[in-house]
């Protein structure tokens, strides 16, 4: 998957998908199946065939693979005009063979279908419509123009006139049909790759941020005894020194650096998770962090705990795992997105049941839209004049699918609804009438809570004096 200039990821390109020896495999098995229903024409139903006209027509496929193994190596893979041109190749050879033995008298005219569902399994829709239309002249011009079949006695075998039209039509309608729902098919199971493929990469980032943030913590640990000692003795220097101003002011340097080595060990382990004691946080710090990234984007973010019949002290403890925490960022940075002036997140939990509900005053989700709220690739919500204090994000709707593919792994159920009814699409800044996504977890033993709430800590030891 590839990475835009603005850090978007981008579709993948089609091109040098197909390996040449996938094709060629498939090539040979159509040439073996050509061979034999010739032979078994020939000697089962005694058909009278022009064995050097199909000699010709299949010796064309022959030869045409082995040429390609022999002039172009076996890993070889394909760009998307020559798929096309193999496919449109593979379409002339199979109607030229149906040519030869009655057009559409012959059963296996259907055939003519595989390569367009094969091009619409590996190519863009363009190139496929191009195999497509091949194919729809092919059947059409051997439908009118062919050679009958007859048997040795001289008797022709013909389907009545209604037959054969009915069966190029059903040919027809048939290389629409699959070719339309094979690429559709495989166009979703590729978005789908590429989207979980961006969600395995950003949970992937998380977790490197968290235990970069414990080897941080650890190192801010080891070191702050030895910065201690350091910043005591060259206070200790700098008083000894007082008439030796050269000298002074190298202790005080010292002294300085110390501290400053001291805060940058502090500030970059503020987010160390290592300690168990850290690990675990309530319900309503994790939310904090993941909405700090955007607290300074111009839109107001206020977090309610509880509510008049739910003690905000007794709020549930979580174990900071990396999926929760990016998955309510990515919910967030929407709401952010498409605010007008505030955003709400309301933490509240029963004896079953912990839920995060996130409104915001926007415009809301488009009726069209809302149904597909979570699939990637989904179009972005529409929105008038940007803020320059709030950057909007030129995606391509895996925000929200990456949010709610981490959340659901943690055993998140997500909603999705507007605040207003009906939807009216314009914002009410101050009113909770924008977009709001609600994400409940089970509470229990497999849940997201921690099994201890307060770990104890180990037991003290007196001092001797």
């Known amino acids: 998957m590839a990475r835009s200039e603005n850090g978007e990821f981008s579709h993948f390109q089609p091109d040098s998908w197909v ?15 050509q061979v034999l229903a010739v032979m078994a024409a020939r000697h089962l139903f005694n058909l009278d065939l022009d064995m050097g006209l199909f000699a010709a027509a299949i010796g064309l496929s022959v030869l045409a693979n082995t040429v390609f193994i022999f002039v172009y190596p076996q890993n070889k893979r394909l760009a998307e005009r020559e798929v096309a041109a193999m496919l449109m190749f593979d379409t002339f050879q199979i109607a030229a063979v149906l040519f030869l033995s009655g057009g559409l008298n012959n059963p296996f005219a259907i055939l003519i279908v595989a390569p367009v569902t094969v091009a619409a399994t590996a190519l863009t829709l363009r190139s496929t419509f191009i195999v497509a239309l091949v194919a729809y002249a092919s ?59 961006a969600t395995q990469m950003a949970l992937a980032r998380e977790q490197k941020l968290t235990d970069l943030g414990g080897v941080v913590a650890a190192a801010a640990h080891e070191l702050g005894t030895p910065l201690a000692t350091i910043t005591l003795v060259s206070s200790e220097l700098a008083d000894e020194l007082q008439d030796n101003q050269a000298h002074l002011d190298d202790a005080k340097l010292i002294r300085e650096q110390a501290d ?13 998770k290592d300690d168990m004691m850290v690990r675990q946080v309530p319900l309503s710090a994790i939310v904090e962090e993941a909405a700090e990234p955007h607290a300074n984007r111009g839109i107001s973010i206020r977090i309610q705990v509880g509510d008049d019949n739910i003690d905000a002290s007794d709020q549930p403890v979580l174990i900071r795992r990396p999926e929760i925490v990016h998955g309510l960022r990515n919910l967030i940075q929407n709401a952010v997105d498409f605010a007008s002036s505030t955003i709400w997140i309301d933490l509240c939990w029963t004896d079953r049941a912990i839920s995060i509900r996130i409104a915001d005053d926007g415009a809301g989700y488009a009726p069209h839209v809302i149904g597909n709220i979570g699939e990637p690739f989904v179009g972005r919500r529409k929105t008038g004049k940007k803020d320059k204090n709030r950057p909007e994000y030129e995606g391509m709707g895996l925000g929200l699918f990456i949010a709610k593919t981490l959340l659901e792994r943690t055993g998140a159920e997500l909603s999705f609804s507007n605040g207003t009814d009906p939807y009216t699409g314009e914002p009410h800044p101050g009113q909770r009438s924008g977009a709001i996504v609600v994400a409940i977890w089970d509470r229990g033993p497999q849940g997201i809570e921690a099994e201890v709430k307060n770990p104890a800590l180990a037991e003290n030891v007196q001092f001797a004096v």
Request: proline share 2%; glycine share 10%; net charge positive.
């Open 139 to 197: 059947t059409t011009l051997i439908a009118f123009i062919n050679l009958p079949l007859q048997t040795e006695a001289g008797v022709i075998m013909r389907m009545p006139d209604i037959f054969i039209f009915g069966f190029w039509g059903a040919i027809l309608i048939t290389i629409g049909f699959l070719g339309l729902y094979a690429h559709q098919l495989t166009t979703e199971m590729r978005s789908m790759s590429q989207a979980l493929l």
């Open 19 to 33: 390996r040449l020896r996938t094709l060629v495999a498939l090539r040979w098995v159509a040439i073996l199946g």
């Open 260 to 272: 400053r080595c001291r805060d940058i060990l502090r500030s970059m382990g503020k987010v160390g």
